[in-house]
Structures are given as C-alpha cells and as structure tokens.
C-alpha cells in the first residue's frame, strides 16, 4: 500500500500501486507525483532537492518525471515547506471554499 500526504487538500491518499508520474488526488484532482509531495523537497537545498542526483524540476506543483520521488506519508508533514509557507497553506485549507 502506498501513502502520500496531498499538498493541495492536505489529505492522506492512499493506493494499491505505486504512485504513476500522472497520479491525481482523488479528493480534489491535483497532480500527487510533485516535488512538494516528496520526501526530499527541501527549500534550502539545491535545486530545493535532497537527492543530488536528482534532475531540476522547476514546477513543484505539477506532476513530474523524478525517478527518486518518495512520498509523504503523515497528512500536514509538508516539512520541506518554509514556516510562511506553511501558515499560508493552512490559512488557504481554513478559508476553503467547497
């Protein structure tokens, strides 16, 4: 079974196969397979990416090619977010509108 935490509707997915360079959330329809889903996001790091042998994605909010994703499994643990970042999102998941 494969967890990842959406970035977008902060809920935890979880699937039977590996997550495919086109998965969507099946809540709210957002790319799953994005840097900001991924274990080694990190803002501070070059290329804002843990794993040195990874390519430059540029669009972290949009499905990618990334042979080296792994997923976030606890929903809110977006840890490679920056604190304003991260008040931002929670502010935007409050305030929703559904």
């Known amino acids: 079974m494969n967890k990842v935490s959406c970035y977008q509707c902060n809920k935890l997915v979880e699937l039977e196969h590996k997550i495919s360079f086109r998965e969507e959330c099946p809540h709210c329809k957002a790319d799953l397979h994005i840097c900001f889903n991924c274990r080694f996001y990190d803002e501070s790091a070059y290329n804002e990416c843990k794993e040195s042998s990874a390519e430059r994605v540029r669009d972290k909010e949009r499905n990618n090619y990334c042979e080296y994703f792994e997923p976030l499994h606890k929903t ?15 502010a935007e998941a409050l305030f929703k509108k559904d």
Request: proline share 0%; glycine share 14%; aromatic share 0%.
């Open 76 to 90: 809110g643990d977006h840890s490679g977010l920056s604190e304003r970042e991260a008040q931002l999102k929670a």
